[in-house]
């Protein structure tokens, strides 16, 4: 594996942590969707699967709301990715969606 430095500092941290002996692909990275981080994750560890932050993801959907609706929708949000199953999720989903 080259060790010269890399365009995206994502991908040449990555490399460093293949480089000192993280060989074997992590099964699973979170991010707050920096693309650069995605892209080079794809590169380096394309094994790997990909999750979005959900604080990350929550708060960019409330920035984007009015402050009066930031709270409940926070709420309901909250309700979605602390679910304990996929049902309960989608139904808190649907319920977020509607109202």
Not at 73 to 94: E, P, S
């Amino acid at each position: 594996m080259a060790t010269g430095k890399a365009s995206n500092p994502w991908t040449g941290l990555l490399l460093d942590l293949k480089n000192r002996g993280l060989t074997t692909p992590p099964k699973l990275a979170t991010g707050d969707g920096a693309l650069g981080f995605w892209a080079a994750l794809e590169k380096i560890y394309p094994e790997t699967r990909q999750q979005r932050c959900w604080v990350h993801k929550v708060r960019n959907v409330l920035s984007k709301l009015p402050n009066r609706w930031q709270g409940p929708a926070g709420d309901a949000l909250r309700q979605i990715w602390m679910a304990d199953t996929k049902v309960h999720a989608d139904q808190a989903f649907d319920w977020f969606v509607k109202t």
